[in-house]
């Protein structure tokens, strides 16, 4: 299984439009950046399968050369599984509308319903190319297919985990809105986890990853009261559903311990001072054997 990091960015990217931050402010001097969170995965090199479907899908899918159009027309994008509803996770579907044939989008019930009612990407989609929205089954692993049910030798499993509904859908009814994956290559063995959104590290995750080859897990602060810190008007970390890194309880401490292979953050918010290599948040990241994701990096399971 081939895994690239398409984006490591949380929602916003770095640099957020609006954010004065240290961060934002070296990314825009440095014009280097991060993409907003996707992941691209594939069994055979050929076909491949979008996790997430961020904003920057366009720039994200011209910058590897697995993922452009193998003829005149058409796409390797075999399928997109969703983690979530949240929008740094799915507008990018909109983007993907002049595809030749319905979209097969995997995701758990709540987000489908979500995405045909509050947040109507697949209402607006059906006057487009259409998706072929396909239920994520809570805890049970399936195979993903391509549009045409041809296997992609990706088996997938998906866990609740601890979240809210997103900020557009406070008042959804009670559903899950929030799942880690497990993908095992079927050929090989490999093992991926991929938990880019979590409020704790609970049992949910602790099946996920245990024994994993890759771990990539939500690195999206720091700290619970980072936000306000930038200036932001917003609710805390723990308040959005973000277990924090650092400090007591934080996933630095936890993660170790869940055996996987090769632990990676993602999903990792501009505000975050991990960011920074100097900083010495990161070399306590660094000291743990944690990665800092970056966008691009691969790994070959
Ligand atoms: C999240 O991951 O918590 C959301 O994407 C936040 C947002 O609304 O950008
Ligand atoms: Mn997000
Ligand atoms: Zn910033």
């Known amino acids: 299984m081939r895994i690239i990091i398409l984006g490591s960015a949380a929602g916003g990217g770095v640099p957020q439009w609006n954010c004065g931050c240290p961060n934002c402010v ?6 280097a950046g991060r993409t907003q969170s996707s992941v691209a995965v594939s069994a055979d090199g050929e076909r491949w399968v979008v996790l997430n479907a961020s904003p920057d899908l366009r720039t ?6 697995p993922l452009w159009p193998p003829s005149k027309r058409g796409s ?91 900020r557009y859908a406070r008042s959804a009814p009670t559903a899950t809105f929030d799942v880690g994956l497990r993908i095992n290559d079927e050929r090989t063995g490999g093992a991926f986890a991929y938990v880019p959104t979590a409020g704790g590290v609970d049992d949910s995750v602790r099946r996920i990853a245990s024994g994993a080859d890759v771990l990539m897990f939500d690195g999206t602060f720091w700290s619970d009261d980072e936000l306000r810190h930038a200036g932001a008007d917003a609710p805390s970390a723990r308040e959005m559903g973000h277990l924090p890194i650092g400090g007591p309880g934080g996933s630095l401490e936890l993660l170790p311990s869940l055996g996987a292979k090769r632990t990676v953050y993602v999903h990792i918010n501009n505000t975050n001072p991990i960011l920074s290599p100097a900083s010495h948040e990161r070399k306590q990241v660094e000291a743990a054997r944690i990665v800092v994701g970056e966008d691009g990096m691969e790994f070959e399971l």
Do not use: K, M
């Open 26 to 31: 070296e990314a825009r001097n440095r014009g």
């Open 60 to 65: 994200q899918f011209a910058a590897h050369a």
């Open 76 to 166: 390797p994008i075999a399928a997109v599984v969703l983690t979530d509803g949240e929008i740094d996770h799915t507008l990018g579907l909109l983007l993907l509308r002049e595809s030749g044939a319905r979209l097969p989008v995997y995701a758990p019930a709540g987000v489908t319903a979500l995405l045909g009612d509050e947040w109507p990407v697949y209402r607006v989609l059906s006057a487009y190319s259409g998706v072929d929205a396909r239920t994520l089954e809570e805890g049970r692993p399936i195979n993903l297919t391509d549009g045409a049910g041809v296997t992609l030798g990706l088996c997938c499993s998906a866990t609740a985990v601890a979240r809210r509904p997103p």
